[in-house]
């Protein structure tokens, strides 16, 4: 059965991958962008971007906000592949790729060197996942090659993946952060601290990272990539990221020319934008979706009665009109309506304060009922937990709401030290094992919740395991209503989130589910 998640003729699976290699080999790979690149060379441009979520770490193996954190890695790190919005790949770090159903053979790109000067050849490449499967690493990305038996180096330009079993989705995951590699001299000298001084082989080299303040990263004058025309790559001199928080002074900033490319602003913000010359806004389909993580191991949220009160206190559409004006859609699930696993069939327990108040009867809890509701200081955010505590009063809940900076809600978070949290994910993905797998089974990296659900448990990885559409598409159905029936998380709203950036900037081209890749950006006057 291919590799591709999308639909295609029973060819020999080999035969697939192979000639799909083959046939782009010798190209750049290209993603979907915006623009033209407008120059044939380098400049010493300096592109300053606005950005709202700092990362935590620049280790690939380790991050976890799966929403933010690639832009930032884009400039550092080359995966081994990169994959098309149909689903289908193209060559990155390795040049073509053979599978049979119980390894997988990938050669790799000839001459590539890591920004401290080693090679990244086979060893390097065994290294990097040798380090995501080692349990010691504590890699968030471990669960990705769980089906990997061994990983080995047959000579300077191969990697041999041994599998224990067929695993589908395999090479979408050597096209993001899994197959991300780094220098093994880097990681082995700077250990612990490597997450704050990145190497890869990405077309930029790491400068200077001020905490809160800025991240600044340099042209990497070797990069291995050309643009169609055959110049160099990267074509801007420098990007800085700027760390800000509050969306008011991103949008001003983007208006007077201070950044001139936003990661994300809310709809209030972007909106006041509209009809500038000097901005482009494009919508291209992704969304940011808004939920409640309740958490199931202690505490009033371990009863499911108090978990179905939670979820018939909020309104929904209320918070989403108050977030984001007109500028929302209203799904079940992180499904949009557009994915191939969205089931209009589902649906969450509808707005009634009255059953909430008798569903908390229920459970034996009388009068009002405590509950902490952590958020993070970063508009919409504060507006939201606002309104849901009104919502959650009204309810029979006597919620607290405590606006964090986001390391700290991340620490609290990982030690489960809430009730409710309010937190959000950049969606589409292009594969919707990346959208729940990490969320929602019992050993997952952001298993916020805490849940131990064997079925659950079962029911994606039936969805993760299978090539099968039809069969996939039935796993994640199921799993959706199971996450919903039980309501472990309350699923609020999906902003839209468009790509803004300055008339200036062009060539800026995004990952398939939406991150920057900057290599062929320009900057003009």
Same mark, same amino acid.
């Given at each position: 059965?291919?590799f591709s /998640?999308?639909? /295609?003729?029973?060819?020999? %699976?080999?035969?697939?991958l192979a000639?799909a290699a +083959? $046939?782009?080999?010798?190209?750049l790979p290209?993603l979907?962008?915006c623009?033209?690149?407008?120059s ?5 441009s ?8 700092e990362?935590?770490t620049l280790d ?6 799966i929403?933010?954190d ?5 400039l550092?790190f ?8 149909d689903?289908t790949?193209e060559?990155?770090l390795a040049? *073509?790729?053979?599978a049979?159903g ?6 790799l790109?000839?001459g590539?060197k890591?920004?401290d000067g ?5 060893? =390097?490449?065994?290294f990097?996942?040798?380090r995501?499967?080692d349990?010691?690493?504590?890699s968030?990305? *471990? ?6 038996k /061994?990983?080995e180096?047959p ?8 599998l224990?079993?067929?695993d589908?989705?395999?090479?979408t ?6 197959g991300?590699i780094a220098s093994?001299?880097a990681? !082995?000298?700077h250990r612990a ?9 990405g077309? &930029?080299?790491?400068?200077q ?8 990263? !340099? %042209?990497?004058?070797?990069?291995w990539?050309?643009?169609?025309d ?6 801007l ?8 928080t #509050?969306a008011?002074?991103l ?8 950044v001139q490319?936003?990661r ?6 972007? !909106?006041q934008?509209?009809?500038?010359r000097r901005i482009?806004i ?5 969304? %940011?979706?808004?939920?409640?993580a ?7 949220f371990?009863?499911p009665?108090?978990r179905a009160? &939670? ?8 918070v989403?009109?108050?977030a984001?004006?007109?500028?929302y859609? @209203? !799904?079940?699930?992180f =499904? ?5 696993f ?7 327990l509808?707005?009634d304060p ?5 569903a908390?009867?229920e459970?034996?809890?009388r009068? #009002?009922v405590?509950?902490?509701?952590v958020?993070?200081?970063r508009?919409p955010d504060?507006t @939201?937990?606002?309104l849901?505590?009104s919502?959650l009063t009204?309810?029979? &809940?006597?919620?607290k709401? #405590?606006?964090? #900076? ?8 990982k030690k489960?030290d809430f009730d +409710?949290?309010?937190?959000v ?11 729940f797998n990490?969320?929602?089974t019992?050993h997952?990296?952001?298993n916020? /919740?805490?849940?131990?659900?064997? *079925?659950l448990?079962a029911?994606?990885a039936a969805g $993760?395991?299978?090539a099968?559409?039809p ?10 209503r199971?996450?919903i029936?039980n309501n ?6 999906q =902003?839209k989130s468009?790509?803004i ?5 062009k060539?800026i ?7 920057w ?6 900057l003009?006057?």
């Amino acid at each position: 059965m291919p590799f591709s /998640s999308r639909p /295609s003729p029973r060819l020999p %699976r080999r035969a697939v991958l192979a000639g799909a290699a +083959a $046939a782009v080999a010798a190209a750049l790979p290209t993603l979907t962008g915006c623009g033209d690149s407008g120059s044939s060379g380098p400049s010493s441009s300096t592109l300053t971007a606005g950005f709202d979520n700092e990362p935590v770490t620049l280790d690939p193996a380790l991050s976890a906000a799966i929403s933010s954190d690639r832009n930032v890695l884009n400039l550092f790190f080359d995966a081994l592949l990169r994959q098309r919005p149909d689903g289908t790949f193209e060559p990155a770090l390795a040049t *073509a790729w053979e599978a049979d159903g119980s390894a997988v053979t990938l050669t790799l790109r000839a001459g590539v060197k890591f920004h401290d000067g080693t090679p990244c050849d086979a060893e =390097a490449v065994v290294f990097n996942l040798r380090r995501v499967m080692d349990p010691a690493t504590h890699s968030t990305k *471990a669960a990705a090659l769980g089906k990997v038996k /061994s990983v080995e180096a047959p000579d300077a330009k191969t990697v041999r993946i041994t599998l224990k079993s067929p695993d589908p989705l395999l090479l979408t995951h050597l096209a993001h952060e899994t197959g991300m590699i780094a220098s093994p001299t880097a990681v !082995e000298k700077h250990r612990a601290d490597f997450g704050r001084r990145p190497v890869g082989t990405g077309p &930029f080299t790491f400068a200077q990272w001020r905490s809160k303040v800025q991240l600044t990263a !340099e %042209r990497n004058d070797a990069y291995w990539a050309k643009a169609s025309d055959g110049s160099s790559l990267p074509k801007l001199g420098k990007v800085v990221l700027r760390f800000v928080t #509050e969306a008011k002074v991103l949008r001003a900033e983007l208006s007077t020319g201070g950044v001139q490319l936003v990661r994300a602003l809310p709809p209030e913000e972007y !909106e006041q934008l509209a009809g500038d010359r000097r901005i482009v806004i494009e919508d291209g389909g992704v969304r %940011r979706a808004y939920y409640v993580a309740l958490n199931v191991t202690k505490g009033p949220f371990k009863d499911p009665k108090v978990r179905a009160a &939670f979820a018939r206190a909020v309104d929904r559409r209320a918070v989403g009109k108050a977030a984001a004006g007109d500028q929302y859609d @209203i !799904e079940p699930s992180f =499904a949009t309506a557009s994915d191939w696993f969205h089931d209009g069939s589902i649906a969450p327990l509808p707005h009634d304060p009255a059953a909430a108040r008798k569903a908390l009867t229920e459970a034996g809890l009388r009068g #009002e009922v405590p509950i902490t509701v952590v958020a993070r200081r970063r508009a919409p955010d504060p507006t @939201i937990a606002e309104l849901l505590q009104s919502q959650l009063t009204e309810a029979g &809940f006597a919620p607290k709401a #405590e606006v964090l #900076e986001f390391q700290t809600q991340l620490d609290r978070m990982k030690k489960r030290d809430f009730d +409710a949290a309010l937190l959000v994910v950049d969606i589409p993905r292009l594969d919707p094992s990346l959208s729940f797998n990490p969320y929602f089974t019992s050993h997952g990296p952001n298993n916020w /919740s805490g849940l131990y659900d064997r *079925a659950l448990d079962a029911l994606l990885a039936a969805g $993760a395991g299978s090539a099968d559409r039809p069969v996939r598409k039935k796993a994640y159905a199921d799993a959706q209503r199971r996450i919903i029936d039980n309501n472990y998380w309350v699923f609020l709203h999906q =902003a839209k989130s468009p790509l803004i950036h300055s008339s200036r900037l062009k060539g800026i081209q995004l990952d398939v589910d939406g991150q920057w890749r900057l290599a062929e950006a320009t900057l003009g006057s």
